[in-house]
């Protein structure tokens, strides 16, 4: 698992890791606020080719991940279970473009 979550962070660095025992803090969500995220780790990827090159690794290893946006929890769709990767987009915090034709 060490080499695994080494391989994540030689893509995002140092910031943009938080592993499980540093989660204590976090919280699950608005719909949880009392509940502490428990993940293997939590990945913050900074622009779209990071999440690209997370998602491949991911993939290699059968690694499930759970997307973090806003953590409304409307449908209860962000819980992630202690053996599961938190892909989370807090750090993606400007829009490059959009493309009126693809909506």
């Given amino acids: ?12 660095g140092e910031k ?3 592993r499980n025992e540093e989660m ?6 608005y719909s949880h606020p009392d509940e502490t995220l428990n993940a293997k780790v939590l990945v913050r990827p900074s622009n779209t080719d990071e999440v690209s090159r997370i998602l491949k690794i991911c993939n290699e290893q059968q690694q499930p991940v759970v ?3 806003g953590l409304t929890g409307l449908v209860d769709g962000n819980t992630a ?11 993606m915090r400007k829009i490059e473009e959009i ?4 909506a």
């Fill in 81 to 91: 279970g202690e053996d599961e990767v938190i892909l989370s987009l807090e750090r």
């Fill in 67 to 69: 997307c973090h946006g």
């Fill in 16 to 18: 943009g890791i938080v």
């Fill in 24 to 29: 204590s803090g976090r919280s699950a969500g």
């Fill in 99 to 102: 493309d009126p034709s693809s």
């Fill in 1 to 12: 698992m060490t080499d695994f979550i080494e391989r994540l962070e030689d893509i995002v």
